[in-house]
């Protein structure tokens, strides 16, 4: 009986130590040698040498260089990009409902890095409305969705991705970072974001941030011409949090 014990919880190791090493080679386009993983997942170079070739193997890892580098193999590139199909698919009823409740246009975004790229939007009904190009990007700290994502992250950290000075794309726009974490303090007190104009002028935005079944971060934002949106943003602001407790709930009960 302990005997089955031990050897359950040393292949739940395995597998666990095996997701750490791929979280590690995550955005690692050029790849990492053994000798990076190991130092940094904080393993035995021959544990990372083991349960790599055994990665190699399922073509979860693949060769990156002729000199022993390796990174994400198109296995699980084709298992990550069908998770965040089923996760577009599943967030798009709650996408549709909100910008019936709003008559606004309502993006869908994922965090790369130091910045945003729309994966889905919903375009709202209003004769004057804003729209922004699936799989364009922007940065976090003039955005209504980059800030519902900086404010899930502590202040050093917010520091460490984006830095102490930022570029201004408007004259509201933010651009140190003293001023950016005060505004962060109220985004995490209320749960919604703000871009007030900061960056583009005549355009307003609110967002809140989730994260996928993936754990990857994902934000919910409706952009707003100026003037309607001073009007409308505690109803705005109301309404994106419905839609992000409810796509929360229909995420649990879907991996339930």
């Known amino acids: ?11 739940v190791q395995v597998i666990a ?40 193997t399922e073509k979860l890892v693949i060769a990156a260089t002729p000199n022993g580098r390796v990174r994400l193999g198109p296995t699980i590139l084709r298992l990550a990009a069908s998770v965040r199909s089923d996760f577009i698919a599943l967030a798009r009823p709650h996408l549709e409902r909100l910008s019936e409740e709003l008559h606004e246009t309502v993006d869908l975004s994922t965090v790369k890095k130091d910045h945003l790229v729309f994966i889905d939007q919903v375009v709202g009904s209003q004769r004057l409305r804003t729209a922004s190009a699936v799989g364009e990007t922007f940065p976090l ?12 992250l502590s202040d050093a950290g917010v520091e460490a991705l984006i830095g102490r000075i930022y570029e201004s ?3 509201k726009t933010l ?11 109220a985004v995490r007190r209320n749960g919604v974001a703000f871009d007030r104009e900061e960056h ?9 941030a989730l994260q996928d079944p993936l754990g990857n971060s994902v934000a919910i934002s409706v952009p707003v011409p100026t003037q309607r949106f001073q009007n409308r943003q505690t109803l705005i602001a ?8 409810a796509l929360e709930t229909h995420m649990n009960s879907a991996a339930a």
């Open 175 to 185: 651009t140190r970072l003293d001023a950016l974490l005060a505004d962060l303090k």
């Open 200 to 208: 583009t002028l005549g355009i307003c935005a609110a967002g809140v």
């Open 238 to 245: 109301e309404r994106l949090l419905a839609t992000k407790r």
């Open 1 to 11: 009986m302990n005997r089955h014990v031990t050897n359950d919880k040393s292949q």
């Open 141 to 152: 700290y003039c955005t209504a969705n980059g800030k519902a994502y900086l404010a899930q």
């Open 169 to 171: 794309r408007t004259p």
């Open 17 to 56: 130590r095996a997701a750490t090493i791929l979280r590690a080679l995550e955005e690692e386009n050029a790849g990492l040698s053994l000798g990076q993983i190991a130092q940094r997942v904080n393993l035995a170079r021959s544990t990372v040498q083991r349960i790599v070739a055994a990665l190699e």
